[in-house]
């Protein structure tokens, strides 16, 4: 009677589904837990664990907890970190490329930049950053950059002349601020809300989204409109840890970076007008003023930047940008 007790029993366990260990992967990046870059990290992470049961868990670091910015991408390269939501301009110190997205006045408004990026620019890049170890699975959304300062209104380009602002480490950015006669300063992300409280420096340049959620706005009383130029974050997995993961999976994250890319966009453009708004009823000064003399200044960044990232790459961006118009 044991016996065959026994026997029941081991034949229900050789014949019970076989429980597969979840896999867990890291995905890291510097926006805070309040943006829209971490509302849309959480559905992604969400919707992969249900839509492969369990199989893959996506943990997810904000607010640079893995490091900072270029720390996590180089992270992300070496496998330490499974997968990151990079800026363009942290991508493009590997692949300059990159650098082309943020070429001044280039594009006109959010749909241009949507038809360009999720367009020709994605085939051409996505070889490329395969290059350097990493699968490129789409470009979320940072926004179109502002100019804030301390000091006074900025309605023409002038009106830059001589202000410290601060501007990350990256050429594109700096090249265009100096081009408007501003003085740069580059300072890192994790230390701009303590500059700007102590009056280290001006000003500086950030999508509304930032201004807002890191209430630069309580330093810097004047915020310029200007669209001067577009930043995003760049969804990128390790390629040993991709070609690791079946093509189900595959198909999954991808789809899901593609459904969370368009939930930032929207969260982003929708939450601008609110936080301008809002910005505007606690006494900040918001100006939006004619751009044609600001991307008039620009031909000493062109120069620069053409030189920095190949003419061959700042053409094709010129083209691209032309023929999605």
Known sequence: MKRGLALLALAAFMWAPVSHAATELKLGHFGSENH????????????????????????????????????????????????SLSGQDQLAKHVRLFDAVSIPFSVQGYDHMDRVLDGP????????????????????????????????????PDDVKGLKIRTPPAMSYQAAIEALGGNVQTISFSELVMAMRQGVVDGQENPISVIYDLKLYESQKFITIVNYLYSSMCHVVNMDVWNRLTPEQQAIITEESDSARLLMRRLVREEEAKQIADMKSKGIQVDEPDLAPFAAKMGPAYEKIRANIGAENFDKWMEMAEATR
Do not use: C
């Open 36 to 83: 829209p870059s971490h509302t849309a990290a959480k559905q992604f992470a969400e919707n992969v664990e249900r839509r492969t049961n369990g199989e893959i868990k996506i943990a997810i670091y904000p607010n640079n907890a893995l490091g900072s910015p270029p720390e996590v991408l180089e992270q992300a390269i070496l496998g330490a970190v499974d997968m």
């Open 121 to 156: 620019f994605k085939e051409w890049a996505a070889p490329e950053v395969e290059k350097i170890g990493l699968k490129y699975l789409s470009s979320w959304e940072w926004g179109f950059r502002q100019i804030t300062n301390s000091k006074r209104p900025i309605l023409t």
